[in-house]
């Protein structure tokens, strides 16, 4: 919990960006990042 009340004090332009194509930018890399570890656990998964 404590740290998404860090999250959520965080200002607006350092999680987004300052432009609306580093915030595409952004989220476009942290949702591949989010993918590729899912992968590779479900791959650990089925390593087993």
């Known amino acids: 919990m404590e740290g998404s ?3 959520m004090k965080r200002p607006i332009k350092e999680v987004y960006g300052s432009d609306a194509s580093d915030g595409f930018n952004k989220g476009k890399a ?3 990042e989010r993918y590729r570890a ?6 650990e998964h ?3």
């Open 5 to 7: 009340k860090k999250m």
């Open 30 to 32: 942290e949702t591949v």
């Open 46 to 48: 089925k390593a087993i």
């Open 38 to 43: 899912l992968l590779r656990l479900s791959n």
